[in-house]
Structures are given as C-alpha cells and as structure tokens.
C-alpha cells in the first residue's frame, strides 16, 4: 500500500489543521490506521490509531484536541487537529498497520 500525507504546515498556536492520507494499491478498510509523530532526535510515537471497526485510542497529550476519523470509500484518514501547541510541533506520519508508512508531512506550530 502507498500512502500520501497532507495538510501540514505552519500554525498558529491555538489554530487547526486536517491532515489526510490517501491510500493507494490496496484498499485499507481491513485495516488499523495510525497517525504518529516525530520531532529531531526522538523516537516516532503514536498519536492516534483508528481500528477497522472504527473505535479509535490516543495518546493522552492530545486527548481532546485531536480526532482520527476514515473514509472507506474514499481510502483516506484524517486527523483533525484543534487547539495545537508549539510542543505538537513534528513531522507526522500516517501507517497502516503491518502495511506500510507515509513520507510524512511538517507541521509546525508557532507565532
């Protein structure tokens, strides 16, 4: 499966964002979608993971302010981002469990 992020960019804090990743080659809707993060020097952590079944988890530090949601039909995930801080500041990655990993897309957050 390829997967293409987008939506990232500069914000300011407080501000949103949607990202989206579009899926091609194979359909994702048998799958687990995640959304995670990494910033220079750190580990790439979870930020939000939508089942096939749709019930969905986060990570504490964006309990809230962000929404992971999917479109089957149109083979994309989103991630709705509210209320964003300088710290939400990384590049983020959409991975379809055991299949695969986006380039990513920046996001920074900054006045």
């Known amino acids: 499966v390829q997967l293409v992020e987008s939506g990232g960019g500069l914000v300011q804090p407080g501000g949103s964002l949607r990202l989206s990743c579009t899926a091609s080659g194979s359909d994702i809707s048998r799958y687990a979608m995640g959304w995670y993060r990494q910033t220079p020097g750190s580990q790439r952590e979870l930020v939000a993971v939508?089942?096939?079944?749709?019930?969905?988890n986060y990570a504490d530090s964006v309990k809230g302010r962000f929404t992971i949601s999917r479109d089957n039909a149109k083979n994309t995930v989103y991630l709705q981002m509210n209320s964003l801080k300088p710290e939400y500041t990384a590049v983020y990655y959409c991975?379809?469990?055991?299949?695969?990993w986006g380039q990513g897309t920046q996001v920074t957050v900054s006045s």
């Open positions: 991975n379809a469990h055991g299949h695969g």
């Open positions: 939508i089942l096939n079944i749709g019930a969905t």
